[in-house]
C-alpha cells in the first residue's frame, strides 16, 4: 500500500490518517451519546426496524449482506436527529452517501 501524508499533520501514512490523528479525531468526536445516539435513539430505531423488510429508500429485500440499518429521516450532515424520525434503510443506501456525496 502507497505511504501518503497524513491529512492533519503531514507525518506519512498508509491511510488517510496518521494513528495519533485519528485517536485526536476520535476523542473530538464525543461518544455516540454525546452525538445523540443515546437511548431516545436506540427505541426510535427498534421502533422503525422490528417489521421492517424492504428498504425505504430504494425498496431491496434486507439480506445477509445489505441488512437493515436505522436510518434517520432527515440526514444527520442536514441537521437531522433521532427526533426527526428513523426509517429502515439498507445498508448501501445508508451508509452509501460517503460513496456517492448526496
Excluded at 426496524?49 to 434517520?72: Q, R, S
Excluded at 424520525?85 to 439498507?90: A, D, F, H, N, S
Aim: aromatic residues 4%; contains cysteine.
Amino acid at each position: 500500500m502507497p505511504m501518503r501524508p497524513c491529512l492533519d499533520c503531514g507525518a506519512l501514512t498508509p491511510t488517510t490518517r496518521c494513528p495519533t490523528c485519528t485517536g485526536t479525531r476520535d476523542r473530538a468526536r464525543g461518544t455516540r451519546q454525546q452525538r445523540g445516539y443515546g437511548r431516545e435513539y436506540e427505541r426510535e430505531r427498534e421502533r422503525a426496524l422490528i417489521d421492517a423488510t424492504h428498504c425505504a429508500t430504494c425498496g431491496v429485500l434486507f439480506t445477509l449482506d445489505n441488512p437493515a440499518t436505522g436510518g434517520h429521516v432527515v440526514a444527520v450532515r442536514k441537521g437531522g436527529t433521532a427526533a426527526d424520525g428513523i426509517k429502515p434503510e439498507c445498508r448501501r443506501c445508508n451508509y452509501g452517501w460517503e460513496r456517492t456525496g448526496s
